[in-house]
């Protein structure tokens, strides 16, 4: 091999490690929540760690996460959510219809005035179950968080 050629192939060498290290980085120190139970896992914002007396919650100082879920029993997915959606008397600020992990869904961001917070909210149509994820924060700290938590949520999957 050429002296050209070799140093051809170690510049590509080091091209490749480091975007290796660079895609590894967006993950690197975030912890994972899995609710074994539905099958499901989430990669959490950075920082934020799950309690370890209720693996269903999870935190970063007061900002907080809780994974729900209930039988739909004799309500379709849209009545159950809607339901779900009132419960505190928030002002939703968006819906969007979403498709997580093969699932339908749909995320509310709500903002709750008489506590100073906001929060997001996505409810999932898991077999005859609704799954609901919410992540709350001040009001002040949303959109400082917004970013970190949507990657949190288009990382949720089920296992089949």
């Known amino acids: 091999m050429t002296p050209k050629a070799a140093r051809s192939l170690e510049w590509m060498a080091a091209i490749l490690a480091t975007l290796v290290l660079v895609g590894c980085g967006d993950t690197a120190g975030r912890a994972k929540m899995e609710v074994r139970e539905l099958g499901l896992s989430m ?25 729900l879920d209930e039988p739909l029993g004799d309500r379709t997915f849209e009545q159950c959510m809607e339901t779900l959606s009132k419960v505190g008397s928030p002002m ?3 819906r969007t219809p979403l498709t997580i992990s093969g699932c339908q869904a749909v995320e509310l961001v709500s ?4 506590q ?40 949720i999957r089920f296992k089949s």
Do not use: C
């Open 43 to 67: 990669d959490l914002p950075p920082g934020w760690k799950v309690d370890a007396s209720n693996p269903r919650m999870f935190a970063k100082g007061d900002r907080t996460g809780l994974v």
């Open 92 to 94: 939703i600020r968006s």
């Open 111 to 114: 903002e709750y005035p008489a």
């Open 116 to 155: 100073g917070s906001k929060a997001i909210k996505v409810y999932i149509h898991k077999n005859d179950h609704i799954v609901e994820i919410s992540i709350v924060t001040s009001n002040e700290e949303f959109s400082q968080y917004e970013s970190a938590l949507r990657e949190a949520i288009q990382s």
